[in-house]
């Protein structure tokens, strides 16, 4: 699976968007970029995920460059509850990927009052 | 519906002794995967089932081991307990035939202290 970078953390007034960024410029044409988040203690949530077209749903949207090697995920309004853990996981969709996400450090975002 | 359910959230157990976590996925959710989250090395791949097979595995002893029953529960054993076997670890499962249309959706985890 291809590797990800994202910044350590990140601060979000709350309210307004928070924009999370991530590069995977190894990702290959059958990989899928997904995100998920871990709120302190808990299992990890699943947000959203794309293969090469933006994608929105009710918790947020998922913007992937032209080229696929970064994309960014969009919180629009962030909340106190957003506070967390985000991770960005490139991956495929079989063979060695069966179950397998590589979780890296990922961001720590911290949604301010 | 009922989420991916873990048991039991909280054990201690003493080194050398062995362990049985469990997991029930959602309903209809065939495959199964297992993780280990260490303060140290973060949330890593043990192994994943999907309708009683092993599908894949990830880089961890012979100690650890897993296996899926009929309908869907799987159950992670480790053998001869380390102290470095103490962490969170986590079940997750999805639908269909793997993750490419699906995103997981793991449980609350079984905190394992081992002293």
């Known amino acids: 699976d291809a590797k990800t970078t994202q910044p350590p953390s990140m601060d979000c007034a709350e309210g307004r968007a928070a924009n999370l960024p991530c590069n995977h410029s190894t990702i290959s044409g059958n990989e899928y970029v997904y995100w998920y988040r871990q709120i302190h203690s808990q299992g990890p949530q699943y947000i959203i995920h794309?293969?090469?077209n933006n994608e929105t749903n009710e918790m947020a949207s998922l913007i992937i460059t032209e080229d696929r090697k970064s994309s960014t995920l969009i919180l629009p309004h962030a909340t106190l509850r957003d506070t967390a853990v985000y991770y960005c996981i490139v991956s495929g969709a079989g063979g060695t990927s069966y179950g397998k996400l590589t979780f890296g450090q990922g961001t720590i975002l911290t949604v301010h009052p | 519906k009922a989420g991916v359910t873990q048991t039991p959230r909280y054990l201690i157990k003493t080194r050398g002794q062995q362990v049985t976590l469990s997991c029930s996925p959602i309903?209809?959710?065939?495959?199964v995967s297992w993780y280990q989250q260490t303060p140290g090395q973060g949330l890593q791949f043990l192994f994943e089932y999907f309708s009683e097979t092993q599908r894949n595995k990830g880089n961890f002893p012979g100690r650890f081991s897993g296996r899926q029953f009929s309908n869907s529960r799987s159950e992670m054993n480790v053998s001869t307990l380390e102290l470095g076997d103490s962490a969170l670890y986590l079940c997750?499962?999805?639908?269909?035939f793997g993750q490419g249309a699906y995103g997981y959706t793991f449980g609350s985890g079984t905190r394992l202290t081992v002293v």
């Open positions: 794309g293969l090469k």
């Open positions: 997750a499962s999805t639908g269909g």
């Open positions: 309903s209809g959710h065939r495959s």
